[in-house]
C-alpha cells in the first residue's frame, strides 16, 4: 500500500465533521465569519457570530412567551378571555395544541429575526432591533398579566 492509499483509508475511518458538544461552544465562541471576506462585499448580512445582545433577546423572548402561556391559561381559568382570536381558537381545540402552537410560532419568528439581525428593514432598521420590541412587548404583556392575576386573586376567584 503506498502513501495515498493509506491517508484515503485514514480519512475514510472515522467522519472528522461529527457533531459534538465541543464543536457548539468553540463556534459559539471561536466561530470564523464575523465580518465580509472581501472588501467589496460590504457588510456581511449572513454571519456565523452574533453579538451576545441577539442571544439574551432571543432566549429572553423565548422564556417570555412560555411564562405568557402559563399566566394565559391561569387567568382563563380564574374568568379572562383570550383576547386573540386565533389563540383563542388554538385553545378550543386543547391545552396542548394552544401550548404547542404558541411555543412553534415563537420559536419560528425568532430563528428568523436571528437568523437575518443583521439585515435591515426598509433600508432604515436592523433586523434583530425586532428582537428588543418583541422582548420588550412580552415584558410589557408579563406585567399586565400580573397585575390582572393579582387583583382576581385579591378578590378571592383563586
Not at 433586523?127 to 420590541?133: A, I, R
Not at 412580552?138 to 376567584?157: K, M
Request: hydrophobic share 50%.
Amino acid at each position: 500500500m503506498d502513501s495515498s492509499e493509506t491517508s484515503i483509508t485514514q480519512r475514510l475511518k472515522g467522519d472528522r465533521r461529527k457533531f459534538t458538544w465541543r464543536t457548539v461552544l468553540y463556534g459559539f465562541f471561536r466561530s470564523r465569519r464575523r465580518s465580509f471576506r472581501r472588501d467589496e462585499e460590504g457588510e456581511a448580512v449572513f454571519v456565523d457570530w452574533h453579538h451576545p445582545w441577539i442571544f439574551i433577546m432571543a432566549v429572553g423572548t423565548m422564556l417570555l412567551s412560555v411564562t405568557d402561556a402559563f399566566l394565559t391559561l391561569k387567568l382563563i381559568d380564574m374568568g379572562m378571555i383570550e383576547a386573540n382570536p386565533f389563540m383563542a381558537d388554538m385553545m378550543g381545540h386543547s391545552t396542548a395544541v394552544f401550548m404547542t402552537s404558541k411555543m412553534i410560532m415563537t420559536a419560528v419568528g425568532i430563528f428568523a429575526l436571528v437568523f437575518l439581525a443583521k439585515a435591515t428593514f426598509m433600508n432604515r432598521i436592523r433586523t434583530g432591533s425586532f428582537l428588543t420590541l418583541f422582548f420588550s412587548f412580552y415584558l410589557c404583556l408579563i406585567c399586565y398579566e400580573l397585575y390582572h392575576y393579582w387583583e382576581l386573586s385579591t378578590r378571592g376567584a383563586v
